[in-house]
């Protein structure tokens, strides 16, 4: 039987709510994936890693609500763990249960091609705030999905849904080319406190002081050129 400190635990499979989804849209979209002492959730869109507590090794998928519910329900400090082919059970001093458990050769987040090492870059100071500025002039309309990105260009982030543009300039960002970020990202982005990015193969992946990484699929296409819009004459403020 493992151990584990049930709120340090419930505090991880948190963490990951943001790309588990409601409904099983893809193979375990639902669920918490276990795998190689991670933690994951994985929606097709937005994959978020984190790594188990010391001690803790589970391999198999758990519908996520199921869990977190039992364990916010449990009020011992420290749990057990065990595994078979078909059931993760949790158990305390005084109660025991049993949640589904699928085990499979393969799961979809180990075909994400992760970073290495060499590949991360620091975040530039501020950058996360202007995210956030130009996250509010993306599109939501899935008409025109190229607006429903962050556009980075030139040490510039941008943000535009036709009737409204944000530019913000961020100091250290360089101008080397980034891909296009979905701005519905952003939000998870402002919670996630990334300290460090890295570019693979149609993925964005950030990562945090706690060696959380959040992933998500980069858009495609080309972004409107928006230089002549800002080409305008007016008082400094």
């Not at 639902?30 to 507590?53: M, R, T, V």
């Not at 400090?77 to 305390?92: A, M, P, S």
Request: glycine share 8%.
């Amino acid at each position: 039987m493992q151990k584990a400190n049930r709120q340090a635990l419930l505090d991880i499979l948190n963490t990951l709510r943001p790309a588990v989804a409601t409904k099983d849209i893809v193979e375990h979209a639902d669920s918490f994936i276990f795998k190689d002492k991670l933690a994951w959730g994985y929606n097709d869109e937005i994959a978020i890693s984190h790594p188990l507590p010391a001690g803790v090794d589970l391999t198999g998928a758990v519908i996520a609500e199921p869990l977190i519910k039992l364990l916010g329900k449990m009020k011992d400090e420290e749990i057990g763990l065990t595994t078979d082919e078909k059931e993760l059970r949790v158990q305390t001093k005084n109660s025991a249960a049993g949640i589904p458990l699928k085990v499979s050769d393969g799961f979809l987040v180990e075909a994400i091609p992760m970073p290495e090492q060499d590949d991360w870059k620091t975040i530039p100071a501020g950058m996360i705030k202007a995210l956030s500025l130009a996250a509010r002039s993306a599109s939501t309309d899935m008409s025109k999905p190229i607006l429903t990105h962050i556009h980075f260009h030139d040490g510039l982030i941008i943000g535009c849904n036709n009737f409204g543009l944000t530019v913000c300039r961020v100091e250290g960002l360089g101008t080397d080319p980034w891909p296009l970020l979905p701005a519905a990202v952003v939000p998870h982005l402002v919670r996630f406190e990334p300290d460090m990015v890295a570019f693979t193969k149609e993925w964005i992946h950030f990562v945090n002081k706690n060696d959380c990484i959040l992933s998500c699929r980069s858009g495609t296409g080309d972004y409107p050129d928006i230089r002549g819009i800002l080409k305008v004459v007016g008082k400094e403020i």
